[in-house]
């Protein structure tokens, strides 16, 4: 059995969701620390920008799937303002801007982190026409004796503890490699409706 071990992200990037499809079962770190040098509250949306969700003060210390958006500050202009001014003139961005604005929209009233990122990211698996399982750690158990390869988030080594023999996926097409550390966002805006050709290419 492939396992593909991954923190819950709302856009993770193509490493991580290549490392999904490879995987025969995957299992979202609910119960890890948060760490703000993790990817659960933001996403890369070019080479040195990020979009970001502010945390609880208090939540800090705790499990991802207890932690807080700090609403007392408005973090949704600015999320949103990264994302139109980096994306608007991708070719796909018009396409899919109403309903992306929507779904951000209705996810923002989350309470807490998780409950964001999975609205998000199950929205955003729908756009890019894919079909992907997962489990939460927290609910799920699995035999360690039959796991015979491990994948883990990618360039995660301060922030998550590393397994033993744990794989890294490798993208080896040059055009792909260039954008595949950002979030899964230039994919859908770049590839639209053709995103799941890339995705073919990598499984």
Known sequence: ??????????????????????????????????????????????????????????DKKKAIRKVCIDHDEDWFTPFWN???????SAIWFDHFEDELLALFESARSSEKLIDFNLTVFDALLGFLEVDLSYELASSSDFDADAVTEVYQEYQSKNYIHRIENAQAVTINDPQIAHFAERSILHLLFYHGPESFKVLDLLK
């Not at 990264?82 to 608007?88: C, M, Q, R, S, T």
């Open 82 to 88: 990264g994302i139109h001014h980096n994306f608007h």
């Open 1 to 58: 059995m492939i396992l593909s071990l991954t923190q819950p992200q709302f856009a993770p990037n193509l490493y991580d969701l290549i490392a999904m499809f490879r995987a025969d079962r995957v299992i979202l770190l609910d119960e890890d620390r948060w760490s703000r040098k993790g990817r659960t509250h933001r996403a890369s949306i070019t080479e040195s920008e990020w979009i970001n969700i502010p945390i609880k003060t208090d």
